[in-house]
């Protein structure tokens, strides 16, 4: 009797556990978020970046280009000039043109060697390839004059030959002529052989530094008389005018 009671209360128990509703999750309950991803450390860079050059450095100096020689266009200018210029003299003589305008017209040719440095950007060499040239063909021509009149001087004695006169007036223009001609040379054999290198790359950059500053200011300042003391000036007595020339 005893053992069938406690059977009894035993599936008595048993089907009140199996009774009882089991408790189910709240459909309406909001759900918790997820926990937020936490991101991971970033790597460090091992890229190291160049480091710039050294201003406090000057740039390396353009070398002349030695293929810029201009001596071949310049030989030319001298064998032509004098060439030319004897056309032009012949030209207008035959026009019976009065020598003063024939000289001018005929000596323009002798600035074409100029023109050829103006061409090649070097107008410092152009100064002073005129200036050479005109002034040894000056020079050589008044000491080929000087040499022909002494020449004339010491062999022809007046007192034996009665045309020393008209001999020397030819040995002083054979003189002139042949003195010119060496001045002329040598002036073209040192502007072709000492200037007609390639010019250098920045040998421009001093002209366009003085062309940038202005050669000439004009300014106007007020001109006021002195006044006592204690007196003030309404306005002034007059202006000043000025110009500034930059040599």
Known sequence: MVAAAHLLLGLVAASASAAEPTASPDASAPASPAPAAVPAAAAPS????????????????KQPDPDGSYTGLLTGAYIVAPLLAGAIGGALAEVETDDFTAVLAGSTPFFIPMGVHLAKGTPQRAGISVMSMFGLTAGGLFAGAGAGYLENKISCDPDQNSECADRGIGTLIIG???????????????????????????????????????AAQVWVAPLSAPRRQGSAATHGDGLMLGLTLQL
Request: proline residues 16%; without cysteine.
């Open 46 to 61: 091992t890229t190291w970046a160049k480091p710039p050059p050294e201003s406090g450095a000057p740039p390396p100096r």
């Open 176 to 214: 002139a002529a042949v003195g010119s001609i060496v001045g002329y040379l040598t002036s073209a054999v040192i502007d072709v052989g000492f200037r007609s290198s390639a010019p250098e790359a920045d040998e421009a950059a001093p002209r366009k530094q003085a062309a940038a500053k202005p």
